[in-house]
Each structure stands twice: as structure tokens, then as C-alpha cells.
């Protein structure tokens, strides 16, 4: 679907986010598109509290993966430990990925 929606020469934002749905606590990675966030990847967390860089590190990986064709500008608060998750992303991450952190 993705690939469908986005042309390869196209920069997407990628949104960071942890939400508590119910009694589900979620991190996901969403891709905004029209003004709208669309989650296309997540994980659930096993604890209520805030998920922690190892958590992010494990889900950033599969979507750039799959959005190799893109340039990706990569956003996220403060909750995502930024300092550490900036310096992960510029050492893990192709030279096409920016990223903005709180």
C-alpha cells in the first residue's frame, strides 16, 4: 500500500509515538499523510510505563527496511531518550534518514 501511495522520489515524516489504548500500552510508527498519522507499524509493550530506547531501536528497523526506496525524516518527543536514539540513528541508519527529536 505504501509503495502505491508514495512515489520513490517523495520524502515521507515518520512519527515516534507511544499510546495507551484501553489497558494496551502501544509503540508504533505512523507515516503522515494528508494531515493525518497512519499507523504502519507497532509493537505492544508489556508494561504501562514509557517505552524505553531498546524499544525504539526495535521498531525503527522494519519500516526503513521497508521504506528503502524513500527519503524519511524520523520524528519523536522527548520520551524517546532523543540523545541516544539521535547518535543509534546516525550510526545504524542510511545516509537518507533524517530525523528530528524533542
Same mark, same amino acid.
Given at each position: 500500500?505504501?509503495?502505491? /501511495? #508514495?512515489? &520513490?522520489?517523495?520524502? /515521507?515524516?515518520? %512519527? %515516534?509515538?507511544?499510546?495507551?489504548?484501553?489497558?494496551?500500552?502501544?509503540?508504533?510508527? &505512523?507515516?503522515?499523510? !494528508? !494531515?493525518?498519522?497512519?499507523? %504502519?507499524?507497532?509493537?505492544?509493550?508489556?508494561? !504501562?510505563?514509557?517505552?524505553?530506547?531498546?524499544?525504539?531501536?526495535?521498531? &525503527?528497523?522494519?519500516?526503513?527496511?521497508l521504506l528503502?526506496?524513500?527519503?524519511?525524516?524520523?520524528?519523536?518527543?522527548?520520551? #524517546?531518550?532523543? %540523545? #541516544? /536514539? &539521535?547518535?543509534? /540513528?546516525? !550510526?545504524?541508519?542510511?545516509?537518507?534518514?533524517? #530525523?528530528?527529536?524533542?
Amino acid at each position: 500500500m505504501l509503495q502505491n /501511495l #508514495f512515489k &520513490s522520489d517523495s520524502g /515521507l515524516v515518520l %512519527i %515516534i509515538d507511544r499510546t495507551q489504548w484501553q489497558n494496551t500500552n502501544i509503540l508504533m510508527i &505512523s507515516v503522515v499523510w !494528508k !494531515k493525518r498519522a497512519l499507523p %504502519i507499524y507497532w509493537h505492544i509493550l508489556s508494561h !504501562k510505563e514509557a517505552g524505553n530506547l531498546t524499544e525504539s531501536k526495535a521498531v &525503527s528497523p522494519p519500516v526503513i527496511r521497508l521504506l528503502k526506496s524513500q527519503k524519511i525524516w524520523i520524528t519523536a518527543d522527548r520520551e #524517546f531518550h532523543s %540523545i #541516544f /536514539l &539521535s547518535h543509534w /540513528l546516525k !550510526k545504524y541508519q542510511r545516509s537518507d534518514v533524517y #530525523f528530528v527529536l524533542r
